[in-house]
């Protein structure tokens, strides 16, 4: 039972102060084993507080970052999931799933965590999984102001996967389950 | 020659347990037990340390002479295939007495535990003198003492099952972790809509959960919250085991056998911890679990052996039960908390030796909070080796007005033997002494304490706990 958290797009401080008080006093140290984050954090004092949250910290780097040095995109294994990490604004058109399947054959992963859209979406395409956790601190994005925030924890437990989808929607913390198992005969050669 | 031919009565007379005919034998030849005594030495094995000339294990009087001359007679037995063993003379004779009875001893608790009507109290007076290491006679007369088994004999299975099938269901409703949980009751729904393999693309299905259903929830009724708030005992469980018996074989060390031993200590102490959260788990726990868990793993009887964890349980749960409040901080002051215990130790040392009494608690100051604490909490398991401890606990558990009346003796017997040295010290010498009790020989210490005059007071007439 490995609980996985994912999020970014925070653009703190040039689009937003902080987390939602909601969302801060959820996360709490000691119970989150990874946390992914696909970038645009954008300052050092936002990677710092994420450190405190669990030591085990990817971060991807954003357009935005001051820290230059994140790498552009990042694997990882954890359990029996390849999971890979970019920030999304490489891959155009923006959020395309065909252009994100592309990043996901070239990195051989199981589930991409990408973000820039600042919006929720989660797809299964061509056997792997495309996650987007949006923007945690619901910073607006280039396409939109209307920006809900969320971000996702992922209990990965053997070949199955919860994803729960924390967001904030009108001052209430909503939380939403996906449910989905890794097929053993995985990744057949295109 | 004449030993081989001899060693067939030999071995007929211990198949047959009749006491008799251990006796006139043992007269006849004093070759004879030697071999007699062997039941008594060879068990153990693993937790013997194994020194050339001298002493064994423990205060135990017969180890003591057998060790003597043991270069010498080991090529002369070698034949004989088993441990070998010096002639008595001279000092010997009074452990060829011992020997005898250590066989006599175990033949009688062999006769007493396969009564269809166990009689407790006898079998209480044959513990009290030491229960055999080795074969499963310590396991079952601990249970019995512990009043896990019942009298009556063919309702052993019936009980045996019972709680092993209860253990089984407890440890699946709360040492499950969460995603497990999840998993379960998920399970029959959502795959049905799921067709077998990732063919189908498209944005995955939402399911709205409820508000305590998720990792991040603080609320008390949650599950997962739960989880969390038990992931530091946990830790706390995970250190303390890894630090229990480092110099045993079967508790510490990296290979499978010591891991899946201490995975079963370790099921044990959280499922105790959730079950009572006034006191959860007091670091210690690990210490008072860890001889009955051994005795009961090493019974030489494989199914009983296997179920080791369930029954360790029942028992661990019900020798707690007596010494509970002990852990309880909110109970300290009152009259059944540890400071209450400890003043019944001073009484009795005072109603005992005056002397001593008088020296320690007002001459030195060395008060009974500074050395007994661990004595009395921990069952005196932290402050001897292995092999004494279950001796001592062979009388603990045997004694017929309860196991907390026995320990406050022994405790006292314990002031009582090094009573010399104690006079002698001042506050910082004795302290030292007490809170690293020198080795002595322990069935003295037992015969102290069951010479002691106990004070009337503290009497409870409870014959199983």
Redesign the interface.
Same mark, same amino acid.
């Given at each position: 039972?490995v609980?996985v958290l994912a999020l970014g797009d925070l653009h703190i401080p040039h689009r937003a102060p902080d987390l939602p008080a909601k969302f801060k006093?959820?996360?709490?140290p000691?119970?989150i084993q990874h946390i992914i984050c696909t970038g645009n954090l954008c300052i050092k004092e936002v990677h710092d507080y994420l450190k405190t949250l669990c030591p085990d910290l990817h971060i991807a780097r954003g357009e935005y970052d001051e820290e230059t040095r994140y790498p552009e995109t990042k694997t990882l294994t954890i359990g029996q999931f390849k999971l890979g990490l970019c920030h999304g604004h490489q891959v155009i058109p923006w959020g395309d799933l065909d252009s994100l399947a592309m990043l996901q054959r070239q990195l051989d992963v199981d589930i991409l965590v990408t973000g820039h859209t600042h919006q929720f979406?989660?797809? @299964?395409?061509?056997?792997g999984?495309v996650i987007n956790p949006g923007s945690a601190s619901g910073a607006f994005s280039s396409i939109t102001y209307d920006v809900n925030p969320s971000f996702v924890?992922m !209990?990965i +437990?053997g070949l199955?996967v919860?994803?729960?989808?924390?967001e904030l929607i009108d001052g209430e913390v909503?939380? !939403? @389950?996906? +449910?989905?198992?890794k097929?053993t005969?995985a990744h057949s050669a295109h | 020659m004449l030993k081989g031919k001899l060693k067939l009565p030999d071995k007929a007379k211990r198949a047959f347990p009749d006491r008799l005919g251990s006796l006139v034998a043992g007269f006849e030849d004093k070759e004879d037990e030697n071999r007699g005594s062997d039941l008594v030495f060879e068990s153990g094995e693993e937790l013997e340390t194994i020194q050339p000339n001298g002493y064994g294990s423990g205060g135990e009087s017969e180890n003591d002479e057998d060790d003597e001359d043991y270069d010498e007679k080991v090529d002369r037995e070698s034949d004989l295939r088993v441990r070998p063993k010096p002639e008595r003379e001279g000092p010997g004779s009074v452990s060829v007495l011992a020997a005898i009875a250590a066989d006599d001893k175990r033949s009688d608790l062999e006769y007493e535990l396969s009564q269809p009507e166990i009689n407790l109290e006898k079998l209480q007076r044959i513990a009290s003198s030491g229960l055999p290491d080795g074969g499963g006679l310590r396991a079952t007369a601990w249970k019995l003492l512990l009043g896990y088994l019942p009298p009556s004999r063919d309702l052993w299975e019936k009980e045996l099952i019972e709680n092993r099938l209860k253990y089984a269901k407890l440890k699946e409703e709360l040492l499950v /972790?969460?995603?497990?949980l999840?998993?379960k009751k998920?399970g029959a729904l /959502?795959?049905c809509d =799921?067709p077998?393999?990732?063919v189908?693309?498209?944005? #995955?299905?939402? =399911?709205?959960?409820s508000?305590e259903?998720?990792? #991040? /929830? #603080?609320g008390k009724a949650s599950v997962w919250h739960q989880y969390?708030q038990h992931?530091e005992i946990a830790e706390q469980i995970d250190r303390d085991l890894q630090r229990t018996h480092p110099d045993l074989k079967f508790f510490s060390g990296d290979s499978s056998f010591s891991r899946k031993h201490r995975e079963s200590m370790r099921s044990i102490l959280l499922l105790f911890a959730k079950l009572n959260p006034v006191i959860r788990y007091v670091q210690g726990m690990n210490e008072v679990l860890a001889p009955i868990y051994y005795v009961f793993s090493t019974d030489t009887n494989e199914q009983n052996a296997a179920n080791a964890e369930a029954d360790s349980f029942s028992c661990f749960v019900r020798l707690l039960s007596d010494s509970v409040d002990h852990f309880c901080e909110q109970l300290d002051n009152s009259a059944v908390g540890i400071l209450s215990t400890l003043s019944r130790l001073s009484e009795l040392l005072k109603a005992n030796d005056e002397e001593l009494w008088r020296h320690l608690e007002f001459t030195t100051k060395v008060k009974p909070q500074y050395y007994a604490f661990r004595w009395i909490t921990l069952l005196l398991t932290q402050e001897f080796n292995f092999q004494c401890i279950m001796r001592i606990w062979d009388s603990l558990l045997s004694s017929p007005y309860g196991v907390q009346d026995m320990l406050l003796k022994i405790c006292c017997a314990m002031l009582l033997c090094v009573k010399s040295r104690l006079l002698s010290g001042d506050f910082v010498a004795n302290l030292k002494l007490l809170q690293n009790y020198p080795d002595i020989n322990i069935e003295h210490l037992l015969q102290v304490a069951r010479d002691l005059s106990s004070d009337p007071s503290t009497y409870r007439l409870s014959l199983t706990l």
């Amino acid at each position: 039972m490995v609980l996985v958290l994912a999020l970014g797009d925070l653009h703190i401080p040039h689009r937003a102060p902080d987390l939602p008080a909601k969302f801060k006093s959820m996360l709490v140290p000691g119970k989150i084993q990874h946390i992914i984050c696909t970038g645009n954090l954008c300052i050092k004092e936002v990677h710092d507080y994420l450190k405190t949250l669990c030591p085990d910290l990817h971060i991807a780097r954003g357009e935005y970052d001051e820290e230059t040095r994140y790498p552009e995109t990042k694997t990882l294994t954890i359990g029996q999931f390849k999971l890979g990490l970019c920030h999304g604004h490489q891959v155009i058109p923006w959020g395309d799933l065909d252009s994100l399947a592309m990043l996901q054959r070239q990195l051989d992963v199981d589930i991409l965590v990408t973000g820039h859209t600042h919006q929720f979406t989660a797809y @299964k395409h061509e056997g792997g999984v495309v996650i987007n956790p949006g923007s945690a601190s619901g910073a607006f994005s280039s396409i939109t102001y209307d920006v809900n925030p969320s971000f996702v924890l992922m !209990d990965i +437990d053997g070949l199955r996967v919860v994803v729960y989808v924390y967001e904030l929607i009108d001052g209430e913390v909503k939380v !939403d @389950k996906i +449910d989905f198992k890794k097929t053993t005969a995985a990744h057949s050669a295109h | 020659m004449l030993k081989g031919k001899l060693k067939l009565p030999d071995k007929a007379k211990r198949a047959f347990p009749d006491r008799l005919g251990s006796l006139v034998a043992g007269f006849e030849d004093k070759e004879d037990e030697n071999r007699g005594s062997d039941l008594v030495f060879e068990s153990g094995e693993e937790l013997e340390t194994i020194q050339p000339n001298g002493y064994g294990s423990g205060g135990e009087s017969e180890n003591d002479e057998d060790d003597e001359d043991y270069d010498e007679k080991v090529d002369r037995e070698s034949d004989l295939r088993v441990r070998p063993k010096p002639e008595r003379e001279g000092p010997g004779s009074v452990s060829v007495l011992a020997a005898i009875a250590a066989d006599d001893k175990r033949s009688d608790l062999e006769y007493e535990l396969s009564q269809p009507e166990i009689n407790l109290e006898k079998l209480q007076r044959i513990a009290s003198s030491g229960l055999p290491d080795g074969g499963g006679l310590r396991a079952t007369a601990w249970k019995l003492l512990l009043g896990y088994l019942p009298p009556s004999r063919d309702l052993w299975e019936k009980e045996l099952i019972e709680n092993r099938l209860k253990y089984a269901k407890l440890k699946e409703e709360l040492l499950v /972790s969460p995603s497990q949980l999840t998993r379960k009751k998920v399970g029959a729904l /959502s795959y049905c809509d =799921h067709p077998a393999d990732g063919v189908v693309a498209g944005p #995955l299905k939402r =399911h709205e959960i409820s508000e305590e259903d998720h990792p #991040l /929830s #603080l609320g008390k009724a949650s599950v997962w919250h739960q989880y969390f708030q038990h992931t530091e005992i946990a830790e706390q469980i995970d250190r303390d085991l890894q630090r229990t018996h480092p110099d045993l074989k079967f508790f510490s060390g990296d290979s499978s056998f010591s891991r899946k031993h201490r995975e079963s200590m370790r099921s044990i102490l959280l499922l105790f911890a959730k079950l009572n959260p006034v006191i959860r788990y007091v670091q210690g726990m690990n210490e008072v679990l860890a001889p009955i868990y051994y005795v009961f793993s090493t019974d030489t009887n494989e199914q009983n052996a296997a179920n080791a964890e369930a029954d360790s349980f029942s028992c661990f749960v019900r020798l707690l039960s007596d010494s509970v409040d002990h852990f309880c901080e909110q109970l300290d002051n009152s009259a059944v908390g540890i400071l209450s215990t400890l003043s019944r130790l001073s009484e009795l040392l005072k109603a005992n030796d005056e002397e001593l009494w008088r020296h320690l608690e007002f001459t030195t100051k060395v008060k009974p909070q500074y050395y007994a604490f661990r004595w009395i909490t921990l069952l005196l398991t932290q402050e001897f080796n292995f092999q004494c401890i279950m001796r001592i606990w062979d009388s603990l558990l045997s004694s017929p007005y309860g196991v907390q009346d026995m320990l406050l003796k022994i405790c006292c017997a314990m002031l009582l033997c090094v009573k010399s040295r104690l006079l002698s010290g001042d506050f910082v010498a004795n302290l030292k002494l007490l809170q690293n009790y020198p080795d002595i020989n322990i069935e003295h210490l037992l015969q102290v304490a069951r010479d002691l005059s106990s004070d009337p007071s503290t009497y409870r007439l409870s014959l199983t706990l």
